[in-house]
């Protein structure tokens, strides 16, 4: 069992930054991928940025590439995604999820490919 809980989220304008962090208990972070979604209102949820376990290697969506980065610290069990430049279309509930199959060659880009998730933050930003 792997228990995922966001903070961050909060409501800021066009161009600020926020810092999303995402704290898991279980064993064995380290080898878990590592992802975040979000979701707006009346969309599909979507992928945002994934780090794989170990080295750590990332990949976003291209709407965040360039302004959002995300990180692990395999020590304290944590991930987290720094969101500059943010945009009106960033308001989202934004999710952190892990992929515990050890069989994934690369990060999933599909919520299909994550076991477990957190409850969600919301992020809002105002034009």
């Known amino acids: 069992q792997v228990l995922l809980v966001e903070s961050g989220g909060g409501l800021v304008q066009a161009g600020d930054s926020l810092r999303l962090s995402c704290a898991a208990s279980?064993?064995?972070?380290?080898?878990?991928?590592m992802g975040w979604f979000r979701q707006a209102p009346g969309k599909e949820r979507e992928f945002v940025a994934g780090?794989?376990?170990?080295?750590?290697?990332?990949s976003y969506a291209d709407s965040v590439k360039g302004r959002f980065t995300i990180s692990r610290d395999n020590a304290k069990n944590t991930v987290s995604l720094q969101m500059n430049s943010l945009k009106p279309e960033d308001t989202a509930v934004y999710y952190c999820?892990?992929?515990?199959?050890?069989?994934?060659?690369?990060?999933?880009?599909?919520?299909?490919?994550?076991?477990?998730w957190g409850q969600g933050t919301q992020v809002t930003v105002s034009s």
């Open positions: 279980g064993r064995s972070f380290s080898a878990y991928d």
């Open positions: 999820a892990a992929d515990l199959n050890l069989r994934h060659s690369a990060i999933s880009t599909f919520s299909s490919g994550y076991d477990y």
């Open positions: 780090i794989r376990w170990g080295a750590g290697s990332t």
